[in-house]
């Protein structure tokens, strides 16, 4: 499978970017998906996940309220919803899936890391 992740950018204090990660090869549907990001000189953090069948959702409280994942597993694509932007969410930002036998906020359970994408948040 091969995940590629779209959609950053630079953007102002405040504002939304609307990130994408198509997969191609595998079942998109069986598998749980997850945003992950990762600051220049930070170890890599769990951001969002969403669940196969039902779409439930897991955030991580620095992001919750103001991200929202969703997923079309007819596009075979989840999306991340970013709101209300801050400096701190400055990141390459990767997509990454699991088996659900595991549970959502699982991080070491998440793999087939695909390219990441650049968010900038301007101060």
């Known amino acids: 499978v091969q995940l590629q992740a779209s959609g950053g950018g630079l953007v102002q204090a405040g504002g939304s970017l609307r990130l994408s990660c198509a997969a191609s090869?595998?079942?998109?549907?069986?598998?749980?998906m997850g945003w992950f990001r990762q600051a220049t000189g930070k170890e890599r953090e769990f951001v969002a996940a969403i669940s196969t069948t039902y779409g439930r959702t897991y955030y991580a409280g620095s992001v919750k309220g103001r991200f929202t994942i969703s997923r079309d597993n007819i596009k075979n694509t989840v999306y991340l919803q970013m709101n209300s932007l801050k400096p701190q969410d400055t990141a390459i930002y990767y997509c990454?899936?699991?088996?659900?036998?595991?549970?959502?906020?699982?991080?070491?359970?998440?793999?087939?890391w695909g390219q990441g994408t650049q968010v900038t948040v301007s101060s």
């Open positions: 090869g595998g079942t998109f549907s069986s598998y749980d």
């Open positions: 990454a899936r699991k088996s659900p036998m595991y549970a959502l906020d699982n991080a070491p359970a998440y793999g087939d």
